[in-house]
């Protein structure tokens, strides 16, 4: 098949995709991942109880489900800040963003239970490991949306300079499952990768920023 019929091609899918989600523009997909974002922050907030007594013992003592839920809270707040400025970007959208979409959130909504599970056990292996395979496929699965969302909007070159070659977010990915190694090691490793990953994210891409304004 020569080139100019596999673009034709591509051309034709991407149009029967659009047929398909005609109605559904961006804005709505954003709108209900803020809701499912807003929830799962709302989750964590409910997993924090004040100390037992006013000693700083006390204090102490719930001092790991604290910081644990101050990461979440900082990697949800950092997803929700690039996802915003991502479709903000973006005119249009395809079943496969949609999909992918789902599975980003999916991924989030797990980020409650390895907190929680981090919170109560933070010093063991397998808690740490699993905060970081959550966090593992939370990443994977926001490569694959801007993957889908480049494919959907083939034919804007501006959105496809100011998304880049991600590599921030492939290095993530790699910094991530690099930690869910060091687990074994030292679950103190293991947080230490997770939250230079975040310090990564703090600020979106300044090219994706500077188009949405």
């Not at 149009?15 to 803020?34: C, M």
């Amino acid at each position: 098949m020569s080139e100019n019929e596999n673009l034709s091609s591509e051309r034709e899918g991407t149009a029967t995709t659009e047929a398909n989600t005609k109605g559904i523009g961006p804005h709505r997909l954003e709108a209900f991942s803020d809701g499912i974002m807003a929830v799962i922050i709302t989750l964590m907030a409910f997993d924090l109880k004040p100390p037992l007594s006013e000693r700083w013992s006390a204090l102490q003592h719930r001092l790991p489900l604290l910081l644990v839920y101050i990461l979440s809270f900082v990697v949800i707040g950092i997803y929700w800040n690039n996802h915003h400025h991502l479709f903000r970007a973006t005119k249009r959208i395809s079943t496969a963003v949609m999909w992918s979409n789902l599975v980003l959130l999916f991924w989030l909504s797990l980020v409650p239970f390895g907190a929680e599970w981090v919170g109560q056990a933070h010093d063991s292996l397998y808690p740490a490991a699993t905060y970081g395979i959550i966090f593992f496929g939370a990443a994977i699965s926001y490569f694959i949306l801007v993957r889908a969302i480049l494919r959907a909007n083939y034919d804007d070159p501006q959105l496809v300079g100011a998304i880049g070659y991600q590599v921030k977010g492939v290095l993530s990915a790699v910094i991530t499952i690099l930690g869910v190694g060091l687990a074994f090691v030292s679950p103190y490793l293991a947080y230490a990768c997770y939250a230079s990953v975040s310090a990564m994210w703090f600020i979106p891409g300044r090219r994706l920023t500077r188009r949405v304004n």
